[in-house]
């Protein structure tokens, strides 16, 4: 069985300062990974995927995440963030790109002016 | 293209009663998600299709929730007598085989029930 695990619910972070939201996940197979934003009151939205090659992977709004698999996490990084910033973001993991995923409890990144 | 469609956007109701959430996925996506999105429990996988079969229906809470995809195009979820305790957003998603961008989700519809 799959799981994902956020290790931090709620993150405040001052406006232009870097961030990083952690992610941990466990499985028994090979797995891809996602990061997903949702702002509020809105779906879900891909952020950043990771599916094999480069263990550095770069997204949507200068977002990005590294692979680490032998301490089996995806932490996702931003070096500056803006007030646009602030909403939910979702770790998750699945066997494919399409199939069944699991996502994590979610972190709330507070950006503050 | 117009996304994951889901209807409606809101839905109030009183306990009891019978809900019906719809969701038209993207043409040519042969998977279909159903999400229930909670503060305590966070995002749950409730059911999915594929080519509209149910696969995993591991997620279902109890007997009081159903879902089914006639056709390619259209699947509901209904909640039969609905409880106040199934108040939560549920999100529909749909993907393809072979889809390297994973789901694409739909707006979600907020369903309260008093």
């Known amino acids: 069985a799959q799981s994902v695990t956020q290790l931090d619910s709620q993150v405040p972070v001052f406006e232009e300062a870097p961030v990083e939201l952690r992610c941990n996940y466990s499985s028994s197979v090979s797995v891809y990974l996602f990061w997903y934003v949702q702002y509020p009151n809105q779906g879900l939205q891909l952020l950043l995927k990771y599916l094999s090659g480069s263990t550095l992977v770069k997204g949507i709004n200068g977002f990005e995440a590294e692979f680490n698999k032998s301490q089996t996490s995806f932490h996702l990084r931003k070096p500056s963030v803006h007030i646009s910033d602030t909403a939910e973001y979702f770790c998750?993991?699945?066997?494919?790109?399409?199939?069944?995923?699991?996502f994590g409890p979610g972190t709330s990144l507070s950006v503050i002016p | 293209d117009a996304g994951v469609i889901q209807s409606p956007r809101h839905e109030v109701t009183e306990m009891g009663q019978e809900v019906t959430l719809r969701c038209k996925p993207i043409s040519g996506h042969d998977y279909l998600f159903w999400y229930r999105q909670t503060m305590m429990r966070g995002l749950e996988l409730l059911i999915y299709f594929n080519n509209n079969v149910p696969i995993d229906d591991s997620g279902m809470p109890e007997d009081r929730f159903s879902a089914k995809m006639p056709n390619a195009s259209f699947s509901t979820l209904k909640i039969q007598p609905s409880e106040p305790r199934d108040s939560a957003v549920y999100f529909c998603a749909s993907s393809f085989e072979g889809d390297p961008w994973g789901y694409t989700f739909g707006s979600g519809t907020r369903l309260t029930v008093v």
């Open positions: 998750a993991v699945s066997k494919t790109s399409y199939d069944k995923v699991i």
